[in-house]
């Protein structure tokens, strides 16, 4: 496969990984089940590495408490799954 590579942004990714890892990153999809706070810091760390496409799965409401340990929620998404919060 020859997908461009934005060296810019990932160099951090190539200069660990490589070129042929980072092609192979770029063409995956990723599924995160569990939006607490380690599934959140997950799939921001996963996104930021640049996969093609990730799919969020947590059917649990988000509370008060997810309210300090999740960068994404607000008030108003309490109550609501978190995955489409």
Known sequence: DGAKIDEALYSRQLYVLGHEAMRKMMASSVLIVGL???GVE???NV???GVKSV????PAPATLADLSAQ???RE?????RRATA
């Open 42 to 44: 997950i799939a921001k």
């Open 76 to 80: 108003e998404d309490v109550g609501k």
């Open 36 to 38: 607490r706070g380690l």
């Open 55 to 58: 799919t969020l799965y947590d």
């Open 47 to 49: 996104v930021l590495g």
């Open 71 to 73: 960068f994404f929620l």
